[in-house]
């Protein structure tokens, strides 16, 4: 501003920016110092290192067509794009990916929060400051440390957006309307609906920018407005053509529930809504940990919200009681200056906004108190408002407003840094007195809003100390309520957690408002100011330090990948079998061991050794044909594995007999592979962990690997078929006990029948000579003509050729893949090929976009400060 001080704001721009580039990296690299430790990686519940190494992720073929083989049938997964996010984990590794690229994305988050404040004018101490405050909040933070470090990359993508909308205010606006809409795109392609989201709340910004300009008629502006929007969305939609096509095609159509008809989004809002943030757990914003942290948070700090469960889930008890990997806390300093901007902001006589910042701030509150409205989802009736509209049914959770909401205090909170650097910093002579002198004198002499101000914090310090003896007081009832919620034993430890982190939020409370007392009170004025900017940046870091600390969990990725016998066994010629966990109801000393065992090895060491399971780790959106079949083969379980090709099982030695007689009792196909237990590894004589655990092979071992011989192979021949009259009849024909799997296969499309003679000849060979998630090669002979049974789900995007020549990918058993075959030896080839025009749209648009980002560069001119505020402005009262 133009009363900024030289020794706050520093005189270029790339001396700024490496002053914000070095703080925020040495904060991030004081959270995230176990990266830089060998064999250490970040957790993540999302992607973990044992996915991200999978054979399947192979950049650029990703950029092609990406095949989710690991899991049930297979399915076809999300392409790779042209983003932030692809060309990290090209250029990294998954190895380094998973150990950086967290950081990484606070960083660049920090960075933009940084420029946007730069682009509003602000001192380059404030930019930091609300660049620490953006990066270290717990909202994005905690969902990084859960591996979704796309929502992290979204943020820092609408903070780039608003930095060039604003900029765009003062010169070329056409040109800086399409770097926001290269920004928006760029969000959309990292974080999908949330970067839809987010995109909505620019293009409210970017009318709201151009009415608020202030020339012209409000109509005239409002147009104005509404054009960047098209400019912006257009451009958008140009640099996200390949992911929004991707997510067409993979994530809606055809996909169960996603109609837009009213009966289909009623039918949905349960599961869509699970994730709503009940309005009790707005207090989270302020006291991180009052309903604990992650659901395996030690000593009392377990999740015990409901975030995560379904509406009806006491009537239906579907889905999960509670479930939260992400934490709310936006920083008690953070909050409360931002409090402190928009209670400045109502003051239009001297004060410190032009009446284009108010209006500014009044305007970005309103979206944050909206945001959090509609992240409450079925609490309140706001969300309802949203759903009914077109394809908002399609997005899962409410409490993704939380986010805009954040962005919103961040901003806010900038605003309120810049209005204390105004009235008490910048251009306040520096006294001669010492701290506390100075405090005396101010609390004796002043009269104004500041003092009014200061003794309404002490009171809310005063009330919050009330609440939490108040709070206390309800230990009984607390405690009962969680053991009815399942805590059991452990519910007296949760309670005393929660009562700790409301008296450390008293603490912080306390601390912040004597920080903002001291500044309002002038005791950082002249060449004390620095050391304003030097506390509140340090207090930021102990504070997000001690909230953030829960959400950052490291392993050792050598341990927990670790191989052992029976992955050694499965790991061989993986494609020519699937392995599951038996669905049975074990003895609890068994059950719940090898249920977190299995849990662990289907997230991590099976992706990382390329072993395939029938069981699915996490699919919300599932295709309607996927639905259709599981609802009526799985009926009929021994059907459904010999289909499927599952051929192992991980289950209690002693249920191998109880699986014969229930499932199996005519033929008795489930047999004892190889036994084994779980035993401490050496040196330890318990195990707190899954990687302190290990596989002993033992003849009476409790544990078995089970094998079902009747499983189908992954491909086989057959010289006999039939053609269904439609889907229902080959789903009742594929349950149906007449029909024998081994020697019939169904065909869904006009194929002739094969010849009486030709079908009682044996159908002859095939093997697979190579498999890849995308590329299959097999070698077959027959002496008759055949159909080639490929036990890997269909997709009209698989094609096939048959001795170098292109054919037909049929449909067989209702989902997976076949190709006839006439007489004699063949080699046949499927490759997964989905359309990728719009790939190429999305390259244009990022080579578009970086000719224009070199040319504004290079014509740019440095930026005139912008007017002070209207008389009377910044003075002190």
């Known amino acids: 501003m133009a009363n900024e001080t030289p020794a706050l704001r520093g005189s270029t721009f790339p001396r700024d920016f490496l002053l914000a580039l070095v703080c925020l990296a040495a904060a991030l690299a004081v959270f995230f110092s176990p990266s830089f430790q060998p064999g250490e990686t970040l957790f993540s519940n999302d992607g973990p290192l044992g996915t991200m190494a999978n054979e399947r992720i192979n950049l650029p073929g990703n950029f092609f067509g990406i095949w989710e083989h690991l899991n049930w049938l297979g399915y076809p997964g999300l392409n790779a794009t042209p983003n932030i996010s692809t060309h990290a984990f090209w250029v990294l590794g998954p190895i380094n990916f998973s150990r950086f690229y967290g950081p990484f994305s606070l960083l660049f988050l920090g960075l933009s929060a940084w420029l946007l404040m730069r682009q509003l004018r602000f001192n380059n101490w404030v930019g930091i400051l609300a660049g620490l405050a953006a990066a270290l909040n717990a909202n994005t933070f905690s969902n990084v440390c859960w591996g979704l470090s796309a929502r992290s990359l979204v943020q820092a993508c609408t903070f780039l957006a608003l930095a060039a909308l604003v900029s765009g205010q003062r010169r070329r606006p056409l040109w800086k309307a399409l770097l926001a809409g290269l920004a928006v795109g760029m969000g959309i392609m990292e974080g999908f609906d949330v970067g839809a989201i987010f995109s909505l709340y620019v293009a409210m910004f970017a009318v709201f920018l151009a009415w608020n300009e202030g020339e012209g008629s409000p109509a005239g502006r409002i147009f104005k407005g509404v054009g960047r929007v098209a400019v912006v969305a257009a451009f958008a939609a140009f640099v996200a053509a390949y992911t929004m096509s991707t997510l067409i095609g993979t994530q809606i159509k055809g996909v169960a529930g996603m109609g837009q008809d009213t009966g289909s989004k009623e039918r949905r809002w349960a599961e869509a809504t699970a994730w709503s943030t009940p309005p009790s757990e707005t207090f989270r914003v302020l006291i991180p940990g009052v309903f604990g942290y992650r659901m395996d948070t030690a000593e009392g700090g377990q999740y015990w919200g409901t975030t995560g469960r379904q509406q009806d889930f006491e009537k239906t008890k579907a889905g999960f009681p509670r479930h939260s990997g992400s934490g709310e ?279 990382y050794y390329n072993i395939q399971s029938l069981d699915i780790i996490q699919m919300p959106r599932q295709p309607e044909d996927m639905v259709a079949y599981n609802n009526t083969v799985r009926a009929v379980p021994v059907r459904w594995w010999q289909l499927s090709n599952t051929r192992y099982f991980l289950t209690a030695t002693m249920a191998t007999d109880y699986m014969n007689q229930q499932f199996d009792p005519a033929q008795r196909r489930f047999r004892v592979h190889a036994a084994f237990d779980f035993a401490p590894k050496a040196g330890l004589t318990a195990a707190s962990r899954i990687e302190d655990l290990e596989v002993v092979p033992r003849t009476n071992g409790n544990f078995a690997l089970i094998e079902f011989t009747g499983a189908l192979p992954r491909a086989k021949l057959y010289s006999h078929w039939q053609t269904p009259t439609n889907d229902q009849a080959a789903l009742q024909t594929l349950i149906n006990p007449a029909f024998d799997p081994e020697k019939t296969v169904l065909v869904s499309a006009p194929l002739a029948p094969p010849q009486p003679a030709d079908a009682a000849q044996p159908a002859g060979e095939v093997k697979i000579t190579q498999y890849k998630p995308t590329k299959l090669r097999l070698e077959a002979a027959s002496a008759v003509p055949t159909v080639l049974l490929l036990n890997d789900r269909h997709s009209p995007d698989w094609k096939v050729w048959v001795d170098g020549k292109p054919d037909t990918v049929l449909r067989c058993n209702y989902i997976v893949r076949g190709v006839a075959l006439p007489a004699g030896r063949h080699e046949i080839e499927f ?45 002190k009262q």
């Not at 009235?423 to 500041?450: C, I, M, P, V, Y």
């Not at 306390?510 to 207090?539: H, P, Q």
Request: charged residues 15%.
């Open 329 to 607: 806390y936006a920083g008690v300093l953070v909050v409360l200056v931002a409090l402190w901007a928009v209670a400045l902001s109502f003051r239009r006589q001297d004060g410190p906004f032009t009446d284009a910042e108010r209006r500014f701030i009044w305007f970005t509150a309103g979206l944050g108190f909206l945001s959090l409205l509609f992240a409450w989802g079925y609490h309140a009736p706001f969300y309802r408002l949203l759903y009914a509209l077109p394809f908002f049914s399609t997005i899962r959770n409410p409490m993704k407003f939380m986010h805009p909401f954040h962005l919103a205090v961040v901003i806010l909170f900038g605003f309120g840094l810049q209005a204390l650097a105004r009235r008490h910093l910048d251009d306040a002579k520096e006294t001669g007195r010492k701290w506390l002198e100075q405090l005396k004198n101010w609390w004796a002499t002043s009269q104004g809003f500041e003092k009014k101000w200061t003794v309404g914090s002490f009171v809310a310090v005063g009330a919050a100390f009330v609440g939490w003896l108040l709070y206390s007081a309800t230990r009984g009832d607390l405690i009962e309520h969680l053991k009815k919620e399942g805590f059991g034993d452990g519910a007296a430890q949760i309670a005393r957690f929660s009562y700790n982190e409301v008296a450390l939020f008293i603490l912080v409370l306390a601390l912040a408002v004597a920080w903002m007392a001291c500044v309002l009170a002038g005791v950082f004025t002249g060449r004390r100011a620095k050391w304003a900017a030097l506390i509140a940046g340090l207090f930021l870091v102990v504070d997000f330090g001690r909230a953030n600390k829960p959400w950052i969990v490291y392993y050792n990725y050598r341990e927990k990948l670790a191989s052992n016998a029976v992955l050694d066994f499965l790991r061989e010629r993986p494609h020519e079998h699937r392995v599951a966990m038996a669905p049975l109801q074990l003895p609890p000393q068994l059950g719940n061991t090898l249920g977190a065992v299995y849990s662990d090895w289907l997230q991590n060491n099976f992706p």
């Open 831 to 875: 490759r997964f090929e989905p359309p990728v025009g719009a790939l190429w749209v999305s390259v244009a648009a990022l080579a578009i976009s970086l000719g224009l980002g070199l040319f504004l560069l290079i014509t740019a001119e440095r930026p005139a400060p912008l007017p002070p505020p209207a008389q009377g402005a910044g003075k």
